[in-house]
């Protein structure tokens, strides 16, 4: 079976990329030092520090693995050939909630790099899944968990 495409923006990219250089260059060999220094006290089967290091260490390698497996089957978003008449990933949007009556901006992503706190949402959540493909001026109806919400698409643009 093959894996499924992680779609990333160039920005995206580059974080796990430098993510990825930073635990195999600096973590594993803080972890390293860390199980060193806790097989030196003595009996490891009542050890917390070497408990915690290797579970550290197992967490450490997961995530390494994960990253890997997302870079092996990454497909980039190229900003500059983004086209901003409809929106799609790699593309920012200003819409309108006619419900709340207040304007949100979002950045349109991949699944991977996806952070509501930085107004990044996936292509694979319910709003950006409801927004991609829509022009500007359309209005959109997205069923979510907190219910039905609806926005209009002001504007759309490239992620700045």
Do not use: W
Request: glycine content about 8%; some cysteine; charged content about 40%.
């Amino acid at each position: 079976m093959e894996a499924k495409k992680s779609l990333l923006t160039y920005a995206g990219l580059k974080n796990l990329e430098e993510e990825l250089e930073h635990l195999k260059v600096v973590k594993r060999r803080e972890i390293a030092g860390k199980i060193k220094e806790a097989r030196e006290q003595g009996d490891l089967s009542e050890n917390a520090e070497y408990d915690a290091a290797k579970d550290e260490q197992r967490d450490i390698e997961a995530r390494i693995d994960q990253i890997e497996n997302i870079l092996k089957n990454a497909e980039v978003v190229v900003e500059d050939e983004v086209e901003f008449d409809k929106v799609g990933v790699g593309c920012k949007v200003r819409v309108h909630d006619i419900t709340y009556d207040e304007d949100l901006e979002y950045k349109i992503v991949g699944s991977t790099e996806a952070n509501s706190l930085e107004g990044k949402i996936s292509n694979e959540s319910p709003v950006g899944k409801a927004l991609i493909g829509k022009k500007a001026g359309d209005i959109v109806d997205i069923e979510t968990q907190a219910g039905e919400m609806k926005y209009k698409v002001l504007e759309i643009g490239p992620v700045a």
